[in-house]
């Protein structure tokens, strides 16, 4: 069970401590044709760490290390269930900076974060955990102990294993050390928020701020249904009643740069139609315009008792076509989807709100959860930009991916692992 | 030949100019087991292009046009052989920014840029060439087209092929179009230079900056062998005689960050010890700072008749234990060694200098390529950051990656090119 709320009984949990001991277990279950799938914070929203074929459920709690900070070299060496939130505290208590933010990093670990290439709101400017991953010790699924990468930022020495292994959803190889690039610590931050009448008019001013040459650190967008359900749940609306589409963006770096690219945002947004338009630059007043933000989740189990959240993903320009989608989509299958997300990414959370005990609710979500996938990839999108395949998405990994790539990519899973014997069920449709 | 210097013969040349034409000329070498090597720009330094199995070199020279640069979704999408310095100048022309600038692009295409992962100064801030791939098109050793990846930012549908194709030199397939990320251009820069006694004292001042907060577009640092290297070439000293070493530093953004930051960097360097101290901030006077770097190749072409070229890389904060690691071997081999290179990433180009119509002086530079490889790796670095492995490099990849990595590296090459005809005799020794 995990943060999917749907669960499989593993027949054995073991829990590790060290990496010759994951290694021994490895070289077991290899033997013996068990499945195994490795666990982290068990935060994911498509089941990676779940384990549909039985077997033995790897736990890596114990290895919960943060090995080193290295600011010389700005590096740093994690074991691989170190809670994200933690290591971004301690990196910034020397003024340095983890930027991936997954809205789960006070809870998951970086093991997953890495397995699931985790994104989150600051990766318009910063990128996603891909981008911040140097190095691995990972334990292969034919018992080898092998270290990808290392502690350079720029490594062309082979292939890029490294950057295979993160995203590959525990499919590949179990990791047991993760090495990480971190970077100066912006010291100062603004964040704005603006509202529109429309989408459309919100997805203008995302524009206009590129345009503007600014790169915000978060650039996010809450439609109308995520603010009504905001205000039903606190009971005080955080938004002007009419308002279509919020943005809100965050900048950030030194002083100088934050004040000035502020500026510039207000301007765009200004330009774009903004009707509200707040700035807040010290951290209480800050807080309290992403509060809107952070409340959307909690506050959507009001409208229905389950949410299936969808993390599709298109081109920045076609964002106003999705809109689209999900408007035409809430219309046929007559249920609500709220939608917010990371707008410079084009990053967009499609949240299906359903009635959980009304089996003809659920069936009417499956049918538009293939609706809108058709009309993602369509968009020249993606049907994942965060959460993964797991196993909820298998059955759509083909509609965006041809049956070429996806037995080049089963060729790739069997050079790692000729029996099938890590994390079986997953990304792959039977 | 190419940039090597040294070369071999292809039995046939081919210039398909269509992806189905690449793919026909793959099945019929696949069918006949022909080698068959891909070669864009010919610009590349381990020999990533050069037939050294002899078969097939196919060039890509006729694909060489953009394809779309899409300002709403900030993409472009390019055949292989478009000059990188080219799309450089086609986005920037639109107000958007393709970062990576190895210094070969003006002649260099993008389909070796991301065969190699090509870095350059910019990466410290911007990152390498991996940074700004977002898809591929590509044809399979076995004949079929692939599509990898696709126009967004994030995206985690199934193994990231797109990552595993970049830096994969040319072994795994071929592209024949390309998918990069763009970001907004920034308006502004500042260059400043600052001269120091020593590298340790140099090396400081780059911690410096980084402690203050900035991170600098460009982080570059000349040895004094190069700076002598350019004044007897050029015939005036562009830098004060008793430098012992130089940092170039490009700070760039809105006009204010950018003042904000030169100011920081000032600061930085005076309490690292600067001696010399200059800032520009137009193009004229930043094009004259950036000159000394510029004129180093030329310039080391005067020392030696042979110039071997090494882009090693080490953990930023052993760069000071390389340089010393260079003084001894200057010492021990009896020959010049002028470093520079790109010290935010701790990438170092080390040069030997070598007469190459002198047998024993070739056979002295071999000597101390081993040992400062084998010095490299023992400083937790990588013996390639930027170039590649090739042909060259090939015997000292298991150095810095076991037995049992290679291992893996060759499963899947393997499932990618099963009779190893793309590309034979490179990353893996023989």
Redesign the interface.
Known sequence: MDALERGALADVVVLPGTTREVAEIVRVCGETRTPIVPRGGGTGFTGGAVPVRGGVVLSLERMHRILEI??????AVVQPNVITGDLQDAVERV?LFYPPDPSSLRRSAIGGNVA??A?GPR??KY??T??YVLGTEAV?PTG?????G????????????T??L???EGT?AILTEITLRL?????HAATLRATFSTIRHAVDAA?RI??????PASLELIDRDSLEAVAGHVGIRLAPAETGALLLIEVD?????V???AD?VESACRAAGAEELLRATTEVERQDLWRVRREISPSLLRIASRKINHDI??????IPELFDLVAALKVRFKMPIPAFG?VG???IHVNFMVDGADPDAVRRAQEAEGELFRGVVAL??????????GFTKAKY?NL???D???A??K??????DPHGILNPGK?FPD
Do not use: W
């Not at 290295?70 to 590096?75: G, I, T």
């Not at 770096?253 to 740069?257: D, H, K, T």
């Not at 020249?380 to 395949?389: K, L, M, P, Y």
């Open positions: 290295d600011e010389a070299s700005l590096v003024g699931e290439c994104g990766a318009f990128g996603v891909r981008h292969l080898e102990v092998i270290r990808t290392g502690r350079v930022v720029k490594n062309v020495v082979g292939y890029d294993l950057q295979l993160v995203g590959s590949l970077i100066p610590k912006p010291p524009a590129i345009k503007a040459r600014v790169v770096g030194l002083a100088e740069q004040a000035a690219e510039r993903v298109v081109p920045k320009g076609r990371h990414d084009g990053n020249d999108g993606a049907i994942s930009g965060e959460h993964g395949i990994l965006g991916v041809s070429d790539t996806v080049l990519m060729r790739v899973k069997y050079a790692f990304i």
